[in-house]
């Protein structure tokens, strides 16, 4: 059975940082790739960033490039992301996703508020 815990949302002012991680379980997590996504308050589920399955390379959101650092550690089964220079337009809900045997899973989230 798939598993996603995310963890480390919480509410900082513009310019702080958080680390979101994304614990997995029952899948073999070093051979898939995981990504990020958001659900802002009245909006749409939106992709943020992936990881392929070796964490050697990573996509982002337009947005995010050059704020946010997405990043596996497949010795501990988890997936990361380091989010700088948040705004409050990163105010969301966020979610890690991974897809398995042609499923989409995603855990229950973790809220990120920004706002001074």
């Known amino acids: 059975q798939v598993q996603l815990v995310e963890s480390g949302g919480g509410f900082v002012e513009p310019g702080e940082s958080l680390r979101l991680s994304c614990e997995a379980s029952?899948?073999?997590?070093?051979?898939?790739?995981m990504s990020w996504v958001r659900q802002a308050p009245g909006k749409e589920l939106e992709w943020v960033s992936s990881?392929?399955?070796?964490?050697?390379?990573?996509t982002y959101i337009d947005n995010a490039k050059g704020r946010f650092t997405a990043y596996k550690d497949n010795a501990v089964n988890t997936l990361y992301l380091q989010m700088n220079y948040l705004t409050p337009e990163d105010t969301a809900v966020y979610y890690c996703l991974v897809n398995v045997l042609g499923k989409q899973e995603r855990g229950q989230g973790t809220q990120v508020t920004v706002s001074s």
């Open positions: 990881v392929n399955t070796g964490g050697t390379s990573t």
């Open positions: 029952g899948f073999d997590f070093r051979n898939y790739r």
